[in-house]
C-alpha cells in the first residue's frame, strides 16, 4: 500500500504534468496564431518595424517609327523624398537642404516637421544628377532620392496624336501610350531597406541589408509604321491647308495601299506632348479613327464598285442629269445645280454627278448596296491599333426610305472614318485586295495574294483607277494634280449635322482622297478639312494639301516620275465638290 505521502507527490506530479501539457498546447495554439493565421500580419509588422519597403520603377518601353527613329523614349530623373519620423532635427537638415534644392528653408522645416503616419514627403519632384549627388553625399537620417524614369518625346507636336503621353502615375492616357500600354509598361519592382534596432527617429540603414523582394521588368518596346519623316510632311502641309482656309482642324493619312501600313497619321490643331496639359483636351484626339462624318461624293467610288461587281448600270446604260431628280417627296440636286447631260457610269463619278449615283444606289437596290458597303468595311472597327476606334455609323438596309438609300450613294445618309475611307481606296489601288491598316510594325507584312481577302475584281478595280484618274486630269480634282506623275482620287464635300438640330448651313466637310502612282500605287492618301471658313469645296480645300504631300512623299521615297503621256482632256461638266 502506497504511503500518504507518495499518494500526495503523485498527485501532485500529475495535476503540474496537466498544468504543462495545457500550457504547451496554449502555446501552440498561439504560435500556430502567430505563425499561420496571421503570418501576413505579423511579418508585415516586423518589417514596418524594421525596414521600409520601397518601389523600384520600371523603364517604360520606348517607340520607334519604322526606321528605328525614337517617337518616345524616358529620360532618367530623380526625385528628393524624405520619412519625418527618421528625421530629429528638420531644421538643421533644411538648412543644409534648402541650398541644394533651391527651396526656401522654412518650407522644408514644415514638410520635414510632419505629424502622423505619413512616412513618405516629396521635397522635390525633379532634380538632376549632381544634385541628387550631392543630397546622397549629406548621409542625414531620413532622407530619400528616388531613381525615376520620365517620358520624353523627341519631336514635340509631330506625331503627338499618334503617340500619346502618360499621366503622372506613368499609364497611357492617349494614342499608341494608352493602345498599348500593357506592353510598354514593364512591371514595377519592390525593395526592403532593413534598419537597425535603435529607437524610431535614431535608426539607421543597415549596409548590405538591402534586399529587392520582386525584381522590376522593364517594359517592351514597339515599333510602329510609322515613318516620321513623312510624318512631318503629311503634318506640315496639312498645317498649311487648315490654315489657309481658317478651318477648325483637319487629318491626314497615308497608307501604303498593298499591305495597309500606315505611313503617317496626322491631326490638327496638334499639341505638344511633353506639355499636354497645356492645350485642350480635344488636341489629344486622333481624328483618324475617332471622328466618323459624312464622306460625300468621295464615296461615290464605292457605290461605282458596287454597280459593276452587281452589272448594274457598268455596259454604258446613261442617266440623263438635268442638275435635280424627285425622291418620293423630296429633291435631289447636283451641285451648283450644274446639269450633267446625258452621263454614264464612269462619267457619274467624273465629274461627281449626284443625280446620276443616286439613280445607279436606287437600281442597286438597299439590299446590295448594304452588302458592298459592309463589305468595304464600312460599319466596322478596322482594328487598327488605336483606342477610342468608331465604327462610323451605317443603320441597317430594312430602315431605309427610299431618299436615304438615294443619299447613301453619293455619301451622305451615312458616316465614315478616315482610316476606313482610306482603305477602301486602297483595294482599288492594289488590284481589288481589302487591307486592314495597322500601325504596328510586323516582322513580314502580308503581301497582296497571300491569304488577303479578295474584295474586287482585277477588272473593276483597273477600270475605277483609271475613272479615278480621269477624276484629276479633268473632273473635280484637278488641284490634285502632281507634276510628271499620274495620279488617281476624289474629291468630297458635305454639310455637317449637328446633333439635336441637324444639318447646318455653313458647316461643311471637304476632303480629297486617292493614290499615286497610278501605274504602280506606292502611296494612298487621304487629306479631311473640318469646317473650313469660305470656300469649302474638297477640289477647292482638300485637294491642293493632297498634292503636296504626294509630291514630297514619292520624292522622298525615290519613286520615279512617270513616262511623259498625252493624256485626254476634254471640258469638265463638273463643279469644285
Known sequence: ??????????????????????????LAVRLFWIQVVHHHYFRH??????????????PRGN???????????????F?????????????TVAAKLAPLLRMPPDELVHKLSRNGRDRHVVLRDTVDEPVAKAVRDLKLNGLIVHTEWRRAYPHGTVAAA???????????????EAAQNTLLAGEEGEMLVVLDGRLPRSRNQIPGRTVVTHEMAPGESVTLTIDIAIQAIAEDELAKAVEAVNAKGGTAIVMDPTTGE?????????????????YPSQTWVSHAVASPYEPGSAFKPITACAAIEEGVMSHGETVNCTSSRKVGNRTISCAHHTAHGVVNLDEIVVHSCNVGMATVALALGPQRTYKWVQRFGFGEKTGIELSGESPGQLSRPDTWPQIQLA?????????????QLLSAYCAIANGGLRVHPHLL???????????????LAPATAERMRLVLERVVAEGTGKRAQVPGRRVAGKTGTAQKAVPGIGFKSGLYTGSFVGFAPVSDPRIAVIVVIDEPKGPYYGGVVAAPAFSTICERTLAYLRVPPDAPTEPKIVASAGGQD
Open 262 to 278: 500606315v505611313l503617317a497619321l496626322a491631326t490638327q490643331p496638334s499639341f505638344d506632348p511633353n506639355e499636354f496639359t497645356r
Open 63 to 77: 517607340i520607334y517609327d519604322r526606321n528605328g527613329t525614337p517617337l518616345a523614349l524616358n529620360l532618367k530623373v
Open 45 to 58: 509588422l516586423a518589417e514596418e518595424t524594421q525596414g521600409r519597403k520601397w518601389p523600384i520603377p520600371a
Open 441 to 455: 510594325n510586323r516582322a513580314q507584312p502580308a503581301q497582296p495574294g497571300s491569304g488577303a481577302e479578295r474584295l
Open 79 to 91: 526625385s528628393i523624398a524624405a520619412d519625418p519620423t527618421e528625421i530629429n532635427d528638420p531644421q
Open 162 to 176: 499618334l503617340t500619346g503621353f502618360v499621366g503622372k502615375e506613368g499609364d497611357g492616357l492617349a494614342g499608341i
Open 1 to 26: 500500500m502506497q504511503p500518504a505521502n507518495g499518494r500526495q507527490l503523485a498527485r501532485r506530479s500529475a495535476v503540474w504534468s496537466a498544468i504543462a501539457m495545457a500550457l504547451f498546447a496554449l
Open 407 to 419: 443619299n447613301i450613294g453619293f455619301g451622305q445618309g451615312i458616316s465614315v472614318t478616315p482610316v
